[in-house]
T-cell receptor
Framework: GQNIDQPTEMTATEGAIVQINCTYQ??????LFWYQQHAGEAPTFLSY????GLEEKGRFSSFLSRSKGYSYLLLKELQMKDSASYLC??????????FGTGTRLQVFP | DGGITQSPKYLFRKEGQNVTLSCEQN?????MYWYRQDPGQGLRLIYY???????QKGDIAEGYSVSREKKESFPLTVTSAQKNPTAFYLC????????????FGEGSRLTVL
């Protein structure tokens, strides 16, 4: 079966750091993706991990541990515009993306 | 500018009517996808196509149909057989290589009255 778990909601303060976790149990694994989605808009690509370790892109970093079926997205120096939903997705062996339910992040001043 | 265009953005339909959502891309991508998004649920795959004139069912294909006659176009028809069609529909495309990055359209919100 395919199962991807993320917290439903998180809150944080402007300027802070927040970590959004994602755990997965899938029948195969060909990479993990993080997307950002503002309310009513299309998701946009943030990061891709296929090997264990940390990938850094400016204020955003993504970590993967394949043995633990675990990833996190780290957002530093939070800004109000980072208020959005963050979607974790696993690429299965047939090259389809399986999405989690998403984590809604609210950033407060 | 390259991108994916979905239309209409908002659509209302009466029960029993079929409706077709348009998706066009000028990114020269081989693969195209249709997802459905409901509150509190992740994106669920309806249909996908990795090459012209070929497409496969996703996880929730019942009540939907697609065609892929041109590389640029992947329209989705929501038929009257779809029991709960009110949702936000997202079209996406990708190069089709192993990186799998999806580029999404702006979405179409369908409401059945």
């Amino acid at each position: 079966g395919q199962n991807i778990d993320q917290p439903t909601e998180m809150t944080a303060t402007e300027g802070a750091i927040v970590q959004i976790n994602c755990t997965y149990q899938t029948s195969g694994f060909n990479g993990l993706f993080w997307y950002q989605q503002h309310a009513g808009e299309a998701p946009t690509f943030l990061s891709y991990n296929v090997l264990d370790g940390l990938e850094e892109k400016g204020r955003f970093s993504s970590f993967l541990s394949r043995s633990k079926g675990y990833s996190y997205l780290l957002l530093k120096e939070l800004q109000m515009k980072d208020s959005a939903s963050y979607l974790c997705a696993v690429r299965d062996p047939t090259d389809k993306l399986i999405f989690g339910t998403g984590t809604r992040l609210q950033v407060f001043p | 500018d390259g991108g994916i265009t979905q239309s209409p953005k908002y659509l209302f339909r009466k029960e029993g009517q079929n409706v077709t959502l348009s998706c066009e891309q000028n990114l020269n991508h081989d693969a195209m996808y249709w997802y459905r998004q409901d509150p509190g649920q992740g994106l669920r795959l309806i249909y996908y196509s990795q090459i012209v004139n070929d497409f496969q069912k996703g996880d929730i294909a019942e009540g939907y149909s697609v065609s892929r006659e041109k590389k640029e176009s992947f329209p989705l028809t929501v038929t009257s057989a779809q029991k709960n069609p009110t949702a936000f529909y997202l079209c996406a495309s990708s190069i089709g290589d192993y990186t799998g990055e999806l580029f999404f359209g702006e979405g179409s919100r369908l409401t059945v009255l």
